[in-house]
Nanobody, 121 residues
Framework: QVQLVESGGGLVQAGGSLTLSCAAS????????MGWFRQTPGKEREFVAA??????NYADSVQGRFRVSREKTQNTVYLQMNNLKPEDTAVYYC????????????????WGQGTQVTVSS
């Protein structure tokens, strides 16, 4: 089993920055591709960013504004969000899966509980 715990959400003004963290624990959680998704009420969960041994991937909507990184010794993945917009408001979820493709497709095996990000205009 892999456990994921997000932190760092909150309220920020448009144009501001926020960094989310996701701590992974378990037998091999630190070795899995990991990523971030977000969801707003009434909408499907959408891919935001992912990091794996093959590199990083970003959704078009966040490319150039968000940066995903991984601190291997601490088994932690970060999502640095800059130039935030009101449309970035959502619950952000951390996810992990042994397969990067499965993860990016939103079918990851492991998920965190989510953290709320609210961007005010």
């Amino acid at each position: 089993q892999v456990q994921l715990v997000e932190s760092g959400g909150g309220l920020v003004q448009a144009g501001g920055s926020l960094t989310l963290s996701c701590a992974a624990s378990g037998r091999t959680g630190s070795m899995f591709p990991m990523g971030w998704f977000r969801q707003t009420p009434g909408k499907e969960r959408e891919f935001v960013a992912a990091v794996s041994y093959s590199g990083t991937n970003y959704a078009d909507s966040v490319q150039g504004r968000f940066r995903v990184s991984r601190e291997k010794t601490q088994n932690t993945v970060y999502l640095q969000m800059n130039n935030l917009k009101p449309e970035d408001t959502a619950v952000y979820y951390c996810a992990a899966d042994p397969s990067r493709n499965t993860l990016v497709a939103g079918r990851g095996a492991y998920w965190g509980q989510g953290t709320q990000v609210t961007v005010s205009s």
